[in-house]
């Protein structure tokens, strides 16, 4: 084996190829030998490992991926051992390891190699991990009607969070470049530019940001056809159809991108908090919850916002990329949120009433504090951070041991607890404010009440110590935020402007700006000494629910409570343009914006919105409320939804291909008018019949027999009269009215709250024996209708009776009798034609003779409609009276056979007696013995006993074979509508 040897030699230590020999280097190391100066005989000289380095990447914005690879590496025997030490308190002994830079710095990666004989060699490397520059674009307009045009951009407010800008670098979209932050630029003709501004830090990073500039371009305008103004408040569920149609006016010129949707709060932002710089420009829009954002707070370097929102989760964010740190999903909507001074921790307050206690670097759970019983409003650490103070709507205020999570002490209100703080200097002092009004102050140390302040008229929503601790201010429902001695409880500043509730405070650290957050949509500034307005801002047209401020008083974060929008056309990013310029049906069912899920149930505002290649999205709302309910059921119980109506009116539009769908219209009260009609789709016009088959029920529940459903009006197409003149009064009170829809028909309801006077009114019935020539009644051809002769029965008799004149009066007056006696109890007044005295109008006409006409088999009588609650007490109808006769005289498979005069005038008198029911509003039933009932055995057989009953109703009558769902209760309805006796 030959092997490479060290010699010594007179000139040096040379190398030369040998079999054996040694060499005395009298006591110098070298790499690869024992350093005990020794010759070593017959033992082979090693090389140290040579390490070789390559990565990926050497500088790049965090956090920063990074692969390496040491596979180039080499030594003249084995590497056995690779150890790379990243330089962040990692390492790894992969050959190609992958590693990502969470922090910024300049890292120096040791790679240490170790070969079969302990000898070792390093290599390092250079990782630059840096965050990158923010580019602002600021520009005094965005558009001009023509051309020339000259615009003014400022890219002053861009910044480099770990270092500073070196260069800008302008792209004005038109050939033009300029290298100045702050420049002027004029755009000779006209066109859709899009400028974009590069910016450069000291390290080479870049970042760019951009703007639309429209020159000579018109605004795209939306108008909202359907639905029209006129429709207020509409009702929807998954399986609705929410017809839409808009007229657009753009350019032709211009790719346009047309859409609808859905949101909560007739604004265009979406849930956010902005960021803002002390002098009020905006530096920044941070994205990512679901749900308005209730609470925001910075840590004390100001570089992550925690915002908690009604999405139930709490989210941390870099504030000045806006990128998402982690979520932490808490399943109740966050409405506090408290960091402890030094930043490590934070706490949220939730509606749920728990209160959840986290890191603050990766959200992990330290503990959860339990003890209120509704939600947790406001929290605050103490300035050592080792207690904190909750309030809640259980009229509680409870101090927590932060370490031990257990409870110290429990201060109880009169009302809800709105508001909590603590000094910064009294470690005890401890200032509550609830919905009252009332700021209470108190101390922690015993318990005991220091003193109390009628601060506001109205809630107390927010306090908050000056950083000396030598004020307190108070934000309240009654639109202003006030100052406060707490050592006296004197009255200081009001601060006053806003228009809506002031919900939110934050103040600069040296205590000379006051920051107030209001429903009115903005955020302002106020002179904390002197209560003089600053300045204010308006994020959004959504309330400014949150307001943090940086430890150095240079970053302010308004959290917007705006709701996002829900697209209801496309599946965003990438999703088809809709056509809005026809009616278009949009789905509220597996919406592809929310994961597939319907919209959830709550109240929302319809948009359109149009986009172009050379413009801002232009939106436009309409009149109408949206509220979706949960779901209509097919049958009454405790899931069927109460309609939320608005203005005591709404249009409920029901799902089209669903036989039967149910709702509840809410509590009614005595002298409440009912105001009832079909919707129209797609134009939401108002029908009252509107072709097809169509049923609209309403039932209350009975008040006699629980569990049961009373008919309280009816309506179906073709034969119900249903007009907009239709006049239904309740008669009493109503924990529930509902609403019964067979058919997919969407229905329009208004209400006009105790505008009638609950009455009855007197019925009167005139008997026609008479007749006439060209009689048309419930859309019959006219027919000539005979005056009733009891001679026309002989024929009917196996022994001809021989009946004449005489008989013929006493026909009538059994006739007569009959009606009578069923509507005994009622105010119904029976007349004759052959009566001195006529009734005066308005009174039902009952023509008693004739025979049915051919093709109508089986039809004994027949009345123009029925008229639901006898609205009109109007109308006419036909007794057959010779079909009555054919069909009961002498019929064997009837219950009694007609044998007499007097049995023939029950018979006719009976069929009379219902056929006027139907004009008093009484529908078919089912039940025996019945005068409406039209199904069973006894069906159509006049000669038994027939009276005013209970019960449910005609299977016949419903649509689509579906089981009946109400009782009529005839007794009731009359002695609702004619009254009693």
Not at 830 to 840: E, K, S
Request: charged share 20%.
């Amino acid at each position: 084996m030959r092997q490479t040897r060290w010699l010594c030699s007179g000139l040096g230590i040379v190398a030369a190829i040998l079999s054996t020999g040694g060499c005395n280097l009298g006591g110098l190391n070298l790499p690869g030998l024992p350093s005990t100066g020794q010759p070593i005989a017959g033992s082979a000289f090693n090389l140290p490992p040579t390490p070789v380095i390559t990565a990926s990447i050497t500088r790049g914005v965090a956090p920063l991926t990074v692969q390496f690879n040491s596979d180039r590496s080499s030594d003249d025997g084995l590497i056995v051992s690779r150890v790379w030490d990243f330089g962040d308190g990692t390492t790894s002994q992969l050959i190609s390891p992958r590693h990502t830079f969470t922090g910024t710095g300049t890292f120096t990666v040791r790679l240490t190699l170790t070969d079969d004989q302990g000898a070792t060699a390093s290599a390092t490397v250079d990782i630059v991990v840096t965050e990158a520059p923010v580019a602002r674009i600021a520009v005094d307009r965005t558009s001009a009607e023509s051309a020339p045009a000259v615009f003014n951009f400022d890219a002053s407010g861009s910044f480099d969070p770990d270092g500073e800008i070196v260069q800008y670098q302008w792209d004005f979209g038109d050939g033009s470049r300029e290298l100045l932050p702050v420049v002027a630029h004029t755009y000779p003709v006209p066109g859709t530019f899009r400028v974009v501004l590069t910016v450069t830090d000291d390290t080479g990073v870049t970042s760019t940001a951009e703007t639309l500039i429209s020159v000579g371009i018109p605004v795209p305008s939306v108008t909202l056809r359907i639905p029209p103004p006129s429709v207020k408040n509409i009702v929807v569920a998954a399986g609705s159809q929410l017809w839409v149609q808009a007229e657009f006016d753009v350019d032709p010129s211009a790719a346009r991108f047309t859409r609808a949707g859905l949101d909560r709060d007739r604004d265009t932002c979406d849930a956010r908090s902005v960021v803002y710089d002390s002098s009020g420009q905006q530096q920044g829009i941070i994205r990512g919850h679901d749900g308005p954002v209730r609470a925001a707070v910075l840590t004390p370097d100001g570089q992550t916002l925690l915002s908690g929102s009604d999405d139930g989760t709490v989210r941390a964010f870099d504030v000045a990329s806006g990128t998402q740190k982690y979520s932490v999903s808490l399943g109740s909507t966050v409405q506090a949120l408290a960091l402890t001074p030094d930043g490590t921790q934070f706490a949220a307050g939730l509606a749920s009433g728990a209160v959840s206690l986290r890191n603050v670097s990766d959200g992990s759970l330290i503990r959860t504090l339990s003890g209120h019983t509704a939600g947790v409003n406001d929290l605050a650490f103490s300035s050592d951070a080792s207690r904190l103070v909750s309030g809640s709507s259980d009229r509680k205020a409870i101090v927590w041991d932060v370490a031990a999570g257990s409870q110290l002490r429990s201060f109880d209100h009169d009302q809800a607890v709105r508001a909590v703080a603590l000094s910064p200097i009294d470690a005890n002092l401890l200032a509550t404010g609830d919905d009252a009004g009332v700021i209470r102050l108190w101390n922690m140390a015993d318990g005991s009440l220091i003193r109390t302040i009628d601060a506001h008229d109205e809630a107390v929503n927010d306090l908050l110590f000056s950083p000396d601790g030598a004020t307190l201010y108070s934000a309240s429902d009654d639109n202003t935020a006030r100052s406060w001695n707490p050592n006296s409880g004197a009255a200081g500043t009001s601060f006053e402007g806003h228009v809506a509730d002031v919900v939110a405070l934050a103040i600069s650290p040296d205590g000379a700006t006051l920051y107030t957050g209001s429903d009115d949509a903005t955020l302002r500034s106020w002179n904390a000494a002197d209560g003089s307005a600053l300045q204010t801002l308006q994020p959004c047209v959504s309330p400014v629910a949150a307001v943090a401020v940086s430890a150095d008083g240079q970053t302010i974060v308004a959290g917007v409570a705006a709701a996002n929008d829900i697209p209801l056309d496309t599946k965003p990013p990438s999703g088809n343009d809709v056509v809005l310029t026809v009616p278009r049906a949009l789905s509220l069912a597996d919406v592809p914006s929310l994961g597939g899920e319907d919209v959830p149930p709550g109240q929302y505002f319809l948009w359109v919105e149009v986009d172009t290649d050379r413009t801002d999205p232009v939106r436009a709302y309409a009149e109408a409320t949206v509220q979706v309910v949960s779901g209509f059921t097919d049958t009454i119980s405790s899931d069927t939804p109460q309609i939320p109506l608005v203005n005591d009116q709404a249009t409920v539009l029901v799902a089209p291909n669903v036989d039967r769908q149910v709702f509840d219209l809410g509590p009614m009260n005595a002298g409440d008018r009912i105001f009832l009609s079909l919707s129209d789709l797609p134009g939401y016009g108002e029908v009252f019949d509107p072709g097809g088959g169509f049923s609209l029920m309403l039932l209350e529940e009975s008040p006699s027999n629980p569990g049961q459903y009373d008919i309280f009006a009816w309506y179906q197409s073709g034969f119900i009269l249903f007009t907009r003149d239709t006049r239904l009064v309740v008669p009493r009170d109503m924990d529930h009215l509902y609403a019964v829809v067979d058919g997919g028909v969407s229905v329009n309801v208004r209400i006009a709250r105790e505008s009638e006077i609950v009455d009855t009114r007197p019925q009167r019935v005139l008997l026609d024996f008479v007749g006439g020539r060209g009689i048309s009644v419930a859309g019959l051809d006219p027919m000539d209708i005979p005056e009733l002769d009891a001679a026309d029965f002989n024929d009917f008799f196996t022994v001809n009776p021989n009946f004449g004149a005489s008989d013929t009066v006493t026909l009538k007056q059994t006739i007569r009798n009959t009606v009578e006696s069923i509507y005994a109890d009622f105010q119904v007044d029976v007349f004759t034609t052959d009566d001195t005295t006529q009734p005066q109008p308005p009174f039902l006409r009952m023509y008693v003779g004739g025979t049915a006409p051919l093709g109508t088999t089986g039809l004994l009588g027949i009345s123009d409609y029925i008229d639901p609650r006898n609205e009109t007490a109007t109308g006419a109808g036909i007794t057959f009276a010779i079909s009555v006769g054919q069909l009961t005289i002498e019929n064997s498979n009837l219950a009694n056979p007609v044998t007499n005069l007097n049995d023939l005038g029950v018979a006719i008198g009976r069929v009379a007696a219902h056929e006027i029911g139907h004009l008093l509003g009484l529908r078919h039933t089912q039940e025996s013995g019945d005068l409406m009932q039209n199904e069973g055995p006894e069906d159509g057989d006049p000669t038994i006993l027939r009276t005013l009953k209970r019960g449910l109703v005609s299977n016949g009558e419903q649509l689509f074979g579906l089981a009946p769902l109400g009782y009529q209760d005839a007794p009731k309805l009359l002695e609702e509508t004619v009254g009693r006796r």
